[in-house]
């Protein structure tokens, strides 16, 4: 469909959410326990938090959770009994979600969606409403600036404006929301998207040359470049780039229980991780960098050339959470020759 | 079981009893249970019995396990401090129930759902006292269960 | 009862209805469908199979499409696979599948074959061969090289013994050298690994295709041969990987190879698509 | 005179002139972030800097290097990081050439808010805990010493965090660390930013049996810190590591400390402060407390 703008002012969004609970399962950024920013179920619009701030886990649990039944079996003499779960039916409003959140689930609908269609992931997805909120600046490590990725499936995008919100739908399911809601929206007339250039350019998200996309090229011959030995061999092949990754999407399938009941389930898996692809007598990727380099050409070269977009939104997260603070984007740009200087200045040399 | 039937579920039923797995050296504390057995000394019967070479093998691995697995408490039972047949295996597993001890203690677990005796294979009377006191504490203390929170 | 065929994951139970000692650590398990028809499949597909409560593994379905129910070759070396070699006829195991592509089995057509197999290798081979020998009219010649380490870990021995009693397939068995050149009592194969068999033997490169599977070594030492010193095509090399997966339906990520599933675009790719695969393997 | 900063590097310099060392393993200073680099002969090593960010144990990356002559950065963290791996033999020593530096103190990057103007006079409030603990700030026995010594203030006693649960209720424990259990997400962050943590095969990786359900629920990462705890009992030297990597906040070193507390008391010793020390799970008396048995 074609993009709609209308305007919301800035003192509705509280009453949007509170009447939006009523119809969807509304979920938003809020503060956990120790205070820490987190996408979860806040009971009213005084515990929400919408803000720019990313909360270290992306959004994407809320259609691949990190763990999840695939089916309960039970064993009653001779016979076993066992099923899927069923589908829930309800449609969730992921409600001031950051875009570099909300735009990962189009990238990841492809792996999802090509040949075998996976249907607890697909179900949830297509349950799912996003009412993201443009960034007014750019974070420390996040580098959306750099990549291109498609914002068109982001059912609604606010940019936050002077005085109020102008709403962006892209899609039908964004059209839903505001035609429910149509009383707090007003229409935009002014040349919303010049306003909404505008904006990025003061944000500091309006794109930069070069992209990343621009270093498949360069990657491409960089598989034996010995400089990865060295500058990926900090990594120390913990999960927490993969798993606060709004894109990353691999996952293990594990039974647990025992013989007579128990449930088949899946797991997010990461492939920086030692035993991913450790067989009993053999290890393909035997070594840290071995493993880091096939999350970097993961997302920046494979993922595109099969299915078209950077596994990738420039989030950030691999960067401010690695312990080791190995940054992606500035090994893309080494790797894929955009750049001369390696990172932190290692090299292998030989 | 949805969880609110779990809640209504009466946490101490009278008839409720403890699951108590029991880890016991081979050479003593298994022949310990069994000269009670053989003594017709009777105790409660809560205990389920898995024989290990030495309470030295005892990792606390399995200790959290068998709580994963449900049991309500877990005793270990071992030779006195000398008597090892392996020369030193308890005074190993000694110090290393009380690392696991203390922790469980601070994460707020109930320090009477993991004990641990010394038994020797004469002392079948003792078994038998060390279960039933294991078992008396255990019924005070009530089912193991974290709260479930479900996945999905 | 049925399962849900809508559900990706809810896997198919399958009855285990002969367990064949292969080996001390391997076991064919030849699997009966009782709860509806058995699924079409090709040769070179795999499919995973589980038992409830231990979890899902990669089984090549390895016997051909023609006969009933499935054969799995199962190697001890996991949790999964141990408990397979716990299970007795009788007991149930869930399957999802097949998965994957094929042999190009009309392409081999007219052609001559030669297959060569290492150790548990040879059980992706067998549904193929089996299949071949079935049509044995639609082939040229058809040879036979398979080496394992030690006699006892020859799976399938019967039916190499008949295999060796025909006159329209060529059987060469071979053990891995202790001592080099010298033989091995009571062996009635040769001594060597494969590539000096090939360098030595030389079949010729014109209408042949070769099939192999094996270790990943033996796979690369055999193709080094086969085109380094024989002349051989690439694309007259098939073999098929091995690789740790979960899904089997190009979802989790673990088989990639570059920007290839291996359990959606293979697990059978030629040679000339392997050598164009990030050398990672 | 030279900033610290240039005195590494020109020590840098020369351990690879003089063929001392094969790798270095410092920080580097690169896109507003100070990390852990590993240099060879041929890298820049104009980047290399030691400043209050330079958090990372390096002693965690000596196995991936295991066979080399090594140039290692060492504050007291790492001193005592690399006496417990002398004790369990895990270490070459005179494969390893020790650069010592004075530490300033490292600061909490969760108490660091963007832009914070000066790093070097952040006072106490903004350090991490341990260096509130801190028991020598240059590093003692440095085979290479850059920079000026600094004075090491008087160690600061007891565990806050630590003392601020136990002041809980057994209930009270248990929700608070299921709830810091609901958070973790297993990416094991913990366990590989541990020095100590150097084992092969860790028992969460174990499936014959499965100790440790891979699904993540409250009840098994406890289990999982748990037993970390356990393998880290009387060894762990409180770099607290664990804590300042783990993504979502879980002050996971608060397990470790109950032991390094108790330890110290029961066994008498500090972790970490010589190589000779075995820890106390390596080895027993004969008459060790045991209280807890019936």
Redesign the interface.
Known sequence: MAAEYYRLNKDKVGELFERARADYDVVAKTRDANGNLVYGRPATFDDVAFVDEQPPMSAKAFALPQTETLVRYEREDEKIRAEGPEAEARDVLLFGVNICDAAAFDIIDHVFKWDYLDDPYLGRRADATLFALACAAVQQDCFCDRISYAEDGVDTVAYPLEGYYLVKVQTEKGRKLVERYHDLFDAEDGDAEAAINTFREKAGTAKKEPLLESARAGLEKAFEHADWEILASTCIGCGICTYTCPTCHCFDIQDEGSAIAGRRLRTWDHCTGRTFTAMPAHQPRDRQYKRYRQRLLHKFWYYPERFGPLLCTGCGRCITYCPVKINIKELVEYFGGLKDTPPGGARHGK | MTKAEKQKEPEKAPQWKPNIVGFLCNWCSYAGADLAGTSRIPYPCDVRIIRVPCSGRVDPLMILRAFREGADGVLVSGCHPGDCHYIEGNYYARRKFIALKKLLDHVGIDPRRFRVSWVSASEGRKWANVVEAVTRELLEVGPFRYEEDGDD | MVNNPEHLYVPRLVRVAAVVDETPTTKTFQLAFEDGPRPDFKCGQFGEFGIYGVGEATFCLASPPSRDGLDITVKDVGKVTRAFHNLNEGDLVTFRGPYGNWFPYDGFKGKKLLFIGGGIGQAPLRGLLWACLENRNDFDEVDLIYATREECELVYERELVEFEGRDDIGVTLALDPVCPGEPIPGWRGRTSFVPPILEEDRPSPENRVVITCGPPIMIKLVANSLLEKLGYAPGQIWTTLEMRMKCGLGKCGRCNIGSTYVCKDGPVFNYEQILSFPQEF | MATIREELQAAVKKLFDDDKIDYFVGY?E???????????????????TFDRKSY?NLA??LP?LRGSRVGLICKQCEVRTLNVLAAEEQVERDKLVVVGVPCPAMLDPRKLT?GAADLDSLDESYWQEKCRRCLERNTPLADVFVGERVSTPTPAEGWPLLEE??K?????????????M??C?????C???CPLCYCHQC?V?D??????????????N??YH??R??HL??RCIECQ?CS??C????PVDV?NN??SR??AE?FGYVSGETAETQP??TR???D?K?D???
């Not at chain 4, 997400?185 to 962050?189: D, L, M, Q």
Request: hydrophobic share 45%; charged share 30%; net charge negative.
């Open positions: 580097a690169d896109y507003g972030h100070t990390f852990p680099a590993i240099l060879t002969k041929d890298s820049d090593p104009s980047r290399l990372d965690n990356f991936e963007e649960v136990e809980m209720s057994a209930e009270e424990r248990l929700a608070w660390w299921r709830r810091q609901s958070l997400i297993r990416c094991y962050a366990r590989l930013a028992f990786e499936n014959k049996p499965q100790w440790i359900d891979k699904s993540v629920a409250p009840e098994n406890l289990h748990i037993i705890a356990v009992a009387g590591e300042r990597v993504p979502v906040g879980i397990l109950v032991l108790d330890f029961r106390a799970l027993y008396e004969r060790d045991e807890f048995i019936l």
